[in-house]
């Protein structure tokens, strides 16, 4: 960090230790962790990909944001043992479709677990994975970057290599564990 001094500066082995002594704690983390995150309300999006046989995969995502301008890059978190995980890392791409306020149906389908989701749902093969443009108001197509692996998820550098606007409609927000549409 520049401008403190070495002895100001945060050290990793003491955020560590502070986190080991949260967890021996009587609280339960967990639970006061997902009521935290449930405070922060996040747009929803569905990152779609292929598997090396063409076969679409996808999940509900809404740990996403914006990293770099120059080059383009974006990341989003996906849960490690999720197929679709699996499918970008082995293709090297994703398609992140931002889904407009009409699709919680959509997001509901695509983080349920359902293995027959693309049979209920109209797609399209793009360049870098399935687009599903009747459900969402813009997309990107990625490469991935880089991956880097903390706790459950897995988190995907994107570097975006396509931008869509699909429509005026508003976004599909998420947040106290209900769907809202972007205020007017």
């Known amino acids: 960090m520049r401008g403190l001094a070495d002895d100001r500066r945060p050290r990793i082995a003491h955020s560590r230790s502070l986190s080991v002594a949260v967890r021996k704690g009587t609280v339960d983390l967990a639970a006061d962790y997902r009521s935290l995150m449930a405070e922060f309300p996040t747009g929803v999006a569905i990152v779609t990909a292929a598997e090396s046989e063409g076969r679409p995969r996808g999940m509900t995502c809404s740990s996403l944001c914006s990293l770099s301008i120059a080059p ?37 389908l695509f983080s349920s677990g359902d293995p027959a989701r693309f049979d209920k749902v109209r797609w399209t093969g793009g360049p ?23 706790g459950t998820h897995t988190i ?10 699909l429509s005026d409609r508003a976004p599909l927000l998420y947040g106290r564990r209900h769907y809202l549409a972007w205020p007017e």
Do not use: K, M, Q, W
Not at 129 to 149: K, T
């Open 72 to 108: 383009p890059t974006l990341l989003v978190c996906l849960r490690n043992e999720s197929p679709t995980l699996e499918s970008v890392t082995n293709s090297a791409s994703f398609v992140v479709n931002l889904l407009h306020d009409g699709s919680r149906e959509i997001a509901e």
């Open 128 to 150: 870098a994975g399935p687009h599903l443009a009747e459900h969402a108001h813009a997309l990107a197509g990625c490469s991935v970057r880089g991956l880097l692996n903390e």
């Open 156 to 165: 995907v550098l994107g570097e975006v290599v396509y931008a869509r606007r």
